[in-house]
């Protein structure tokens, strides 16, 4: 017999010096993976004794074998319903108020689209959860759910817009971002499977849309930051030609590898000063070493190669062709 078993929770609070009881229904529920964990389905507030009788009168749950409703008590150790119970609980609708209205079904559905690309099988191995408990990879689903949705900064998602979401209901029970350096520390932990998630990102797009992959787009762009040197031996963070006509910013460059229909393949972030005609011959060998060498054709704009790369392209076994822009 299945049953969602509701039952009254009690939240104690002390005010003022005195203790207060707060109330809500609750039901105990199971997530996929047969984790148990409790739901509140309605928030009652103070109530006294005969509100509480008539509450664990009017509580059913459905048997789906015997395919009727069944009164269930609501307290484990108070199986005896009051005789002094009313037969009914008048509500008046007209005073109800919504409150808290969370988003849903973007966020459902960008979990639909993570379990499609079967990408919990992929991090499940590669995010394990930490020694204190917290889950990489429930983060780094909200992450994504996030930058699918409403991209912004990781500040903003964990001080506004997660509270503002079902994002914590649809991940699990009691699941928390915790600090906000939790989403920094994520981030921290993917860079070392970058190449593995493209390949296996690349065979989900062949299954499910028969993607083709001849076709190449390559492009460069830029991001600057608001900060001033000097920076650690290594960092990226240079002065060089802005987009964004911000030449008083350090930047980073990035180079993107895509489909004509938009599915990434490789990505690489280069120093704020490079120039955009030295990063084609590696982001050339880059494909090749990934995904082997097969006759593909590269477009991109005319400021990008050189003419000893294209010659060097043309002299390649298979040749790559290529497109340039005039």
């Known amino acids: 017999m299945r049953q969602r078993s509701l039952f009254l929770k009690c939240h104690p609070r002390v005010k003022d010096g005195k203790e207060h009881r707060y109330w809500s229904i609750c039901e105990n529920r199971r997530t996929e993976d047969g984790q148990r964990f409790q739901r509140q389905v309605i928030y009652l507030g103070e109530i006294n004794d005969s509100q509480k009788a008539n509450w664990i009168k009017q509580i059913e749950v459905f048997d789906t074998e015997a395919e009727a409703y069944t009164t269930l008590a609501l307290f484990p150790e108070d199986r005896i319903v009051p005789s002094e119970v009313a037969p009914a609980i008048q509500i008046r609708l007209s005073e109800f108020e919504i409150g808290r209205t969370r988003q849903w079904g973007a966020c459902w559905l960008a979990l639909w689209l993570w379990k ?15 020694r204190e408990g917290t889950q990489w990879r429930l983060i780094l689903k909200a992450l994504s759910v996030y930058r699918l949705i409403d991209p912004g900064s990781e500040w903003r998602l964990h001080r506004h817009w997660f509270d503002a979401t079902a994002l914590g209901d649809l991940l699990g029970p009691d699941f928390e971002l915790g ?5 920094y520390r994520t981030l921290d932990k993917l860079l070392a499977h970058k190449q593995a998630l493209f390949t296996h990102l690349r065979s989900r797009w062949e299954d499910l849309f028969q993607a083709k992959f001849e076709v190449l787009l390559y492009d460069l762009t830029s991001t600057y930051f608001e900060s001033d040197p000097p920076f650690a031996e290594g960092d990226k963070r240079r002065f060089g030609y802005s987009r964004d006509k911000r030449p008083d910013c350090v930047q980073v460059v990035i180079a993107l590898v895509m489909t004509p229909e938009g599915f990434p393949i490789a990505y690489e972030v280069f120093a704020g000063n490079t120039s955009d005609k030295t990063t084609l011959e590696g982001m050339l060998q880059k494909i090749e070493t990934q995904y082997g060498k097969l006759q593909r054709i590269w477009i991109m704009d005319r400021g990008i ?5 294209l010659e060097k392209m043309r002299q390649s076994k298979p040749p790559v062709q290529y497109l340039v822009g005039t």
């Open 179 to 183: 600090c906000k350096e939790n989403l």
């Open 305 to 309: 190669p050189t003419e000893e790369t």
């Open 116 to 130: 499609l690309l079967k990408l919990d099988e992929f991090w499940t191995e590669r995010l394990e959860p930490s």
